[in-house]
C-alpha cells in the first residue's frame, strides 16, 4: 500500500488515516466516515465546504520509521507488547455550514512530518475546489505523489 504521512492508498480510494481504526475514504462520489470496516456515515461531495486534518506533526523527516524501531526494541527489552498506541488526532468536516468534528487514527506512534499534513490538506482542499479532479480517487496511487508535491510547494 502507497502511504504519504496520513494519507493511505486503498482499494478504489484514497483513506485519510489508519483504515484499520477510525478514517475518512475520500472516493470519486463521496466521503465515507469509517471506523475499520465499518461505515459511520457518508457525505456528498456537493456538500462538503471543507476537511482539516488535525493530527500531532513533528520536524523529524522519518517519524514511523523511528517509532516503529524504538517500540520494537522496547517490546523485545519487555518480552511482551508494551500497550503503546497511537495518540490518535481528529478531523473536521464542515458539511453545510455545520462543522462535524470525528476521531482520526493515526498509523504510527509519533507525530507525522509537518510537510506531509500540509500537502495531504492542500490535495484535500484541490479535490473540493476542482469536482472534476475527484474521478481521480478511483485509481488514487498517482495522488500520493501529487500531495508529495503539494507539500513541497511545487504542485
Known amino acids: ?61 522519518l517519524p514511523g520509521l523511528v517509532s516503529t524501531l524504538l517500540l520494537g ?20 468536516l464542515i458539511v453545510d455550514g455545520e462543522p462535524r468534528t470525528l ?9 507525522y512530518w509537518a510537510p506531509t499534513v500540509a500537502g495531504a490538506q492542500r490535495l484535500i482542499a484541490h479535490l473540493i475546489a476542482h469536482p472534476e479532479q475527484r474521478a481521480l480517487l478511483a485509481h488514487p496511487e498517482p495522488l500520493i505523489d501529487v500531495a508529495a508535491r503539494l507539500a513541497r510547494g511545487t504542485g
Do not use: C, Q
Not at 500497550?83 to 490518535?88: A, E, K, N, S, T
Open 1 to 61: 500500500m502507497k502511504r504519504y504521512g496520513p494519507l493511505i492508498v486503498v482499494r478504489e480510494a484514497l483513506a485519510v488515516g489508519d483504515p484499520g481504526r477510525h478514517h475518512l475514504r475520500l472516493t470519486p462520489d463521496a466521503v465515507i466516515i469509517r471506523e475499520g470496516v465499518e461505515n459511520r456515515g457518508i457525505v456528498r461531495w456537493a456538500d462538503i465546504e471543507e476537511i482539516a486534518i488535525d493530527v500531532p506533526t513533528t520536524r523529524f523527516r
Open 103 to 111: 476521531p482520526l487514527s493515526r498509523h504510527h506512534v509519533g507525530g
Open 73 to 92: 526494541a522496547l517490546t523485545a527489552a519487555m518480552l511482551t507488547d508494551p500497550g503503546v498506541d497511537p495518540d490518535d488526532g481528529s478531523v473536521t
